[in-house]
C-alpha cells in the first residue's frame, strides 16, 4: 500500500516544512477552485456582464456623438466608458467568488476535512486567500483589457476613442482589474468572519454601497473632504478614470484610491485570520 | 498512540466533554461507546485539533494534532461522510485533499479502487448514496496510508453489506498494526469489532477496559427460572438479597445467586422449577446498565420494558 502514495517525506526542519506545506496548499486550493462549477460560472457572469456594459455604455456615447456638444466632447473618457462596468458590477460577482471560497467550505462541512489534512490554520488561510487573489486577479485584467478593446472598436468610427499609449490609459486598464480583484480578496475576508454566503455578500453591499450613500447625507464639505476613504461607491470613478475626478478634486489618483481600498481589505482578511485561527471549526 | 489527559469542552454550562483521560493503543480496535450526545464526536473534534479543549490536552504520537509533520500520514479520519462539496467529483475531492500532503494522484487512484469507487470517480459527490459518501470519506482517511485511523459512527445508516464491509476493513486495518478508534452509540455494533472499550456518559468516563473483562464486570452472573409461580420465588429470593425480574410469563431473572442456591430456596419454599440456567448478560445490557443514569433521551427499548424489582410484586 506504502508504493504509491508518493516520495516526499515530511520535512523536519520548521522552515523546509513550512515550505512544503505552503506549496502543497497552495496546489491544494487550485484544486478546489478550478473544480467546481460556481467557480466557472461567477467567472462568466462576471466576463458577460463587465465586456457587456461596457460595450452597451461605448456603442450609445457612439451613437449619440454627433449630438453631443464640443464640451460634452472634452469632457468624454473613453477609457472609463469602457472598464466602467468592469468595476461596477465586477466587485458584486467577485464577491460571492470570494466570499463562497472560504463560506461554502463552512455550509459544506468540508472545512473540517480541509483542517484535518492541513491543521496549520495560518497556511490554509493565506493559501486560499492567495489563490482565489490570483484567479480574481488574472480573470479581471483580461476582462479589462477585453473590454477596453471592444469600446475603443466601437468609438473608433467616431474618432472617439483611446489607446494604450495615452496618459493614464493603461493605469485606468489595470487598476480597475486591482479593484475588482481588491474587492474579492474584501469579501473573503467577511466570508472568514461571518461564514456564511449571504451575509458575507450583504455585508460587501453594505460596505461598497451603503456606507457611501449614507455618507452623502452629511454636509457637503465634511462629504467631500471625506469621500476619499470611503471604500467602493463614488472612488469607483477615481479607480476607472483617466483624469482627476472633476466633482471632487480631492479624491485620491486611481492607485490611491485602490491602496485605501486595499487596506479595508486588509483589515478584513486580518480580522479574518485571527478568528480563523481561534475559533472552533 | 492517541492520550488524552483531563480533556474538557464546555458550552457555556455544560460540559460536553468532562475530564477525559485514556489512552490508544496500536494494534486494536478501540471502541469508543456512549448515548447520543455523550461527547464522543466532540472528543474526537478535539483529538483532530479541530475544536480547542477547555482544559486539558490530548495527544497523537506525542504531539498535539497541529504538529504533526504530515497529518494525512499519521492520522486518517472520518466524522462526517456528507462533509464534502457536493459539486467535485470524488476524484478532484480526494485530490485537493491529497495535495495538501504531497500525495500523488496515482495514490488517489489507488485508494479509489480499494473503497470501490474507482467507476465513479469522476461524478460529483452530491448524488452519491449514504453507503457510496462513507466510502468516499473512508477513501481520504486512508490517502496518507496513516498508523491511526478514526472513524465517528461510520456504519450510521448503512445497509447491511456497507456495515460487513466496514468492520471486516477496520479489523484488517488493526491487523496490519494500526489504531483503530471508532465511535458508536450502539454497543452490538461493536461486539464483534473492538478489542478494547472506552465508554462514555454525558462527557465522562465510564469504563475502559478490555471487551471481555467489560462484559464479564458488568453485572456478573443472570440466573434464569421458569416457574409456575413467579412471585413466590421472586419474594423467596429477594430475601436472599438477590435481585430479580421478570421477563417473559413464568421466567424469573436473579442476579446475584448461583443456580445452585436458587435452586435451594426453591426447594426450601416448596416453589415447583421447569427450568433453571445460567445466561450470559449481554453486551446491551452491560451497556445499558452503564450509562442508564447518562442517557439524555430515553427510548422504548427491549431492556426498559422489563421492569427491575427488587422486593415482591406490586
Ligand atoms: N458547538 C456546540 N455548541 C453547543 N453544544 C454543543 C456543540 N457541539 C456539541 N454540543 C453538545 O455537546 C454534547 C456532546 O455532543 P457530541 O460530542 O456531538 O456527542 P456524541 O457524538 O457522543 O453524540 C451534546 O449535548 C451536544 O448538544
Ligand atoms: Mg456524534
Given at each position: 500500500m506504502t508504493t504509491t502514495i508518493g516520495r516526499v517525506r515530511p520535512d523536519t526542519q520548521p522552515t523546509a516544512r513550512l515550505r512544503t506545506d505552503i506549496l502543497g496548499t497552495l496546489a491544494s486550493e487550485f484544486v478546489k477552485i478550478r473544480s467546481v462549477r460556481a467557480t466557472y460560472w461567477t467567472l462568466i457572469i462576471l466576463i458577460v456582464a463587465s465586456i457587456g456594459s461596457g460595450a452597451t455604455y461605448c456603442a450609445v456615447e457612439a451613437h449619440q456623438w454627433p449630438h453631443l456638444t464640443p464640451q460634452d466632447h472634452a469632457n468624454f473618457d473613453p477609457t472609463q466608458a469602457s472598464v466602467l462596468g468592469v468595476a461596477l458590477l465586477g466587485q458584486f460577482v467577485i464577491a460571492v467568488l470570494g466570499a463562497q471560497t472560504i463560506t461554502a467550505e463552512y455550509s459544506t462541512g468540508m472545512m473540517r476535512t480541509s483542517l484535518t489534512v492541513m491543521p496549520r490554520r495560518t497556511v490554509l488561510y493565506g493559501a486560499k486567500a492567495a489563490v482565489l487573489a490570483a484567479v480574481t486577479l488574472i480573470v479581471a485584467l483580461s476582462t479589462s483589457f477585453a473590454s477596453f478593446v471592444l469600446g475603443q472598436a466601437l468609438l473608433a468610427g467616431r474618432h472617439a476613442g483611446a489607446t494604450l499609449s495615452q496618459p493614464h490609459v493603461l493605469r485606468s486598464v489595470i487598476v480597475t482589474a486591482g479593484y475588482v480583484a481588491v474587492c474579492g480578496v474584501a469579501a473573503f475576508g467577511l466570508g472568514a468572519i461571518l461564514r456564511h454566503t449571504a451575509a458575507a455578500v450583504a455585508a460587501v453591499f453594505v460596505l461598497f454601497e451603503l456606507i457611501q450613500r449614507l455618507a452623502e447625507a452629511l454636509p457637503h464639505n465634511l462629504y467631500t473632504s471625506m469621500e476619499k476613504w470611503l471604500p467602493g461607491g463614488a472612488t469607483v470613478?477615481?479607480?476607472?478614470?483617466?483624469?482627476?475626478d472633476s466633482q471632487n478634486p480631492q479624491l485620491f489618483s486611481a492607485w490611491g484610491e485602490l491602496a485605501v481600498l486595499g487596506a479595508y481589505a486588509v483589515i478584513l482578511v486580518v480580522v479574518g485570520a485571527v478568528l480563523f485561527r481561534r475559533r472552533d471549526a | 498512540m492517541i492520550e488524552a489527559r483531563g480533556l474538557t469542552k464546555r458550552y457555556g454550562a455544560t460540559a460536553a466533554v468532562d475530564d477525559l483521560s485514556f489512552t490508544i493503543r496500536p494494534g486494536m480496535v478501540t471502541g469508543f461507546l456512549g448515548p447520543n450526545g455523550a461527547g464522543k464526536t466532540t472528543t474526537m473534534r478535539m483529538i483532530l485539533g479541530l475544536d480547542y479543549p477547555t482544559a486539558g490536552m490530548v495527544t497523537v504520537n506525542g504531539k498535539p494534532y497541529a504538529k504533526l509533520a504530515s497529518p494525512m500520514r499519521e492520522v486518517g479520519a472520518l466524522l462526517d461522510a456528507r462533509a464534502v462539496h457536493g459539486g467535485r467529483s470524488a476524484r478532484n475531492h480526494l485530490l485537493c485533499l491529497a495535495r495538501t500532503n504531497h500525495i500523488s494522484r496515482r495514490r488517489v487512484d489507488a485508494v479509489l479502487d480499494l473503497v470501490g469507487l474507482a467507476n465513479v470517480a469522476g461524478k460529483r459527490s452530491r448524488g452519491f448514496s449514504l453507503g457510496m459518501s462513507q466510502r468516499l470519506g473512508i477513501a481520504a482517511a486512508l490517502l496518507g496510508d496513516p498508523e491511526i485511523l478514526i472513524f465517528d459512527e461510520p456504519v450510521n445508516g448503512l445497509d447491511p453489506e456497507g456495515i460487513v464491509w466496514i468492520r471486516t476493513l477496520m479489523r484488517s486495518l488493526a491487523a496490519e498494526g494500526r489504531t483503530v478508534f471508532v465511535s458508536s452509540h450502539l454497543i452490538s455494533e461493536m461486539e464483534n469489532t473492538a478489542d478494547h472499550l472506552i465508554v462514555v456518559g454525558r462527557g465522562r468516563l465510564l469504563a475502559d477496559s478490555g471487551m471481555a473483562e467489560f462484559i464479564a464486570g458488568s453485572s456478573g452472573q443472570?440466573?434464569?427460572?421458569?416457574?409456575?409461580?413467579?412471585?413466590?420465588?421472586?419474594?423467596?429470593?429477594?430475601?436472599?438479597?438477590?435481585?430479580?425480574?421478570?421477563?417473559?410469563?413464568g421466567i424469573v431473572q436473579v442476579r446475584g445467586l448461583t443456580e445452585d442456591v436458587v435452586a435451594d430456596i426453591a426447594f426450601a419454599n416448596g416453589i415447583r422449577l421447569n427450568h433453571l440456567a445460567p445466561a450470559r448478560v449481554s453486551l446491551e445490557q452491560a451497556f445499558m446498565e452503564l450509562t442508564a443514569d447518562s442517557v439524555d433521551y430515553h427510548g422504548q427499548s427491549p431492556v426498559d420494558t422489563q421492569p427491575a424489582h427488587n422486593g415482591s410484586e406490586a
Open positions: 470613478g477615481a479607480i476607472t478614470a483617466t483624469t482627476p | 443472570v440466573v434464569l427460572a421458569r416457574t409456575p409461580q413467579p412471585d413466590a420465588l421472586g419474594r423467596a429470593l429477594n430475601a436472599a438479597g438477590a435481585t430479580t425480574s421478570t421477563g417473559e410469563p
